[in-house]
């Protein structure tokens, strides 16, 4: 079975930083590029970040500059380290592969003073 299990949120203050990690299992991680999306209080799902198989990273325009995504394949997991953190970022984070086919259950993070 598929599994992706999202960790490392929680509550910060505008302009720090958080690392969240996606432990997965149930696939062969190496062969797949990877995403974070995210749903901020009262709104849709924003994609955040993507990964491929190699490395090769994309990012949304909300958070270039200040996220960075991540893979171990030899670990089957991937991390987005977040820098300068503003309240807007407060979300529910949540790992998927790149298709977006499967997702985990999901990593509260909160920005606020």
């Known amino acids: 079975e598929v599994q992706l299990v999202e960790s490392g949120g929680g509550l910060v203050q505008p302009g720090g930083s958080l690392r969240l990690s996606c432990a997965t299992s149930g696939f062969t991680f190496s062969f797949y590029a990877m995403s974070w999306v995210r749903q901020a209080p009262g709104k849709g799902l924003e994609w955040v970040s993507a990964?491929?198989?190699?490395?090769?990273?994309i990012y949304g325009d909300s958070v270039k500059g200040r996220f960075t995504i991540s893979r171990d394949n030899a670990k089957n997991t991937m991390w987005m380290q977040m820098n300068s953190l503003k309240p807007e970022d407060t979300a529910v984070y949540y790992c998927?592969?790149?298709?977006?086919?499967?997702w985990g259950q999901g990593t509260q993070v909160t920005v606020s003073s």
């Open positions: 998927a592969n790149g298709a977006l086919l499967n």
């Open positions: 990964i491929d198989r190699t490395g090769g990273t």
